[in-house]
């Protein structure tokens, strides 16, 4: 049966989402997505609770992770879909920046000490929750704390790159994450290309970086991207043999910009993610 709603970009509360591995599948149940992957951040430990579920309500599921790699000094993120859990480079892949993870938030904690805030009292909080430790813990730490009054104000006052608790991230190049995904007989995607305000030259560069270390799909149909950057990312797609990727990138529910699950339908000429996962194309 061909897909018709698909989503290979979406997150729970074992990363910075809100939702559990249930709930999002009972979501995504309720807005009829035939295809699932769970992708939280440098983690798999939500992905056999949505396997259930998912079988429960009828929907294929992939096993996922948005991976969190460096190139010339950007954060990059890297989707590995159908990944094996128990492939020993993947798993080396996730422990490490986990604890990196971990490394950044205990720094960071000790600058908002300097700042007068619970810096450290925050980060062990943070730390304590479920999944992968992110900046997005902490920044909703700071505003239950009412040091901030959103994520996005904790983010400009206290955590973004410049501003007094930043710490540089220390991750590895996306040459290590494309090779622990095809290790685990995973597919890697270029995650949200638009996001990383890079010049036309230089995204093209990442790309065939991408390409080059074995990457095989981009992400080209994305809530918020404009009809330019679509054609854009269509464009790249074609241009670099990319297969085309769409999801969500879904984190909590009610922001209705940002819907779990994607029409399957790729722009002309851009191949499918799923026809070289071996799955049903759109009709």
């Known amino acids: ?25 009972a979501l995504a149940a309720q807005r009829k997505v035939q295809l699932l992957a769970l992708t939280d951040h440098d983690t798999l430990a939500g992905c056999e609770a949505a396997a259930r579920e998912c079988a429960r309500h009828g929907i294929d599921f992939l096993h996922a992770s948005e991976l969190t790699a460096a190139w010339r000094g950007r954060e990059i993120h890297i989707v590995g879909l159908r990944l094996d859990p128990a492939a020993p480079a993947l798993a080396a892949r996730l422990q490490l920046v986990c604890g990196q993870r971990a490394e950044r938030l205990r720094a960071i904690g000790e600058r908002l000490e300097r700042c007068g805030l619970p810096g450290n009292e925050l980060v062990a909080a943070a730390l304590a929750e479920r999944g992968t ?34 710490v540089p991230p220390p991750w590895p190049g996306i040459g290590t994450a494309l090779a622990a995904i095809t290790a685990a007989g995973g597919l890697a995607v270029l995650a949200h290309p638009q996001r990383y305000q890079l010049s036309p030259g230089a995204l093209r560069e990442l790309c065939a970086e991408f390409r080059e270390g074995g990457g095989a799909g981009l992400e080209v149909s994305l809530p918020g991207m404009s009809p330019k950057d679509a054609a854009r990312m269509a464009s790249l797609a074609r241009r670099f043999e990319l297969a085309g990727s769409c999801g969500s990138d879904f984190h909590l529910p009610g922001l209705p910009w940002r819907p779990l699950g994607r029409f399957a339908k790729l722009p002309e000429g851009v191949v499918p993610i799923t026809e070289r996962l071996g799955l049903p194309q759109a009709p």
């Open 133 to 166: 430790p992110t900046r997005l813990h902490l920044a909703r730490l700071l505003v239950e704390g009412g040091h901030a009054r959103d994520a996005d104000d904790a983010f400009d006052r206290w955590l973004a790159a410049g501003r007094a608790a930043a």
């Open 1 to 25: 049966m061909a897909y018709e709603r698909i989503d290979l970009h979406a997150h729970s509360h074992f990363s910075d989402g809100m939702l559990s591995p249930e709930e999002l599948v």
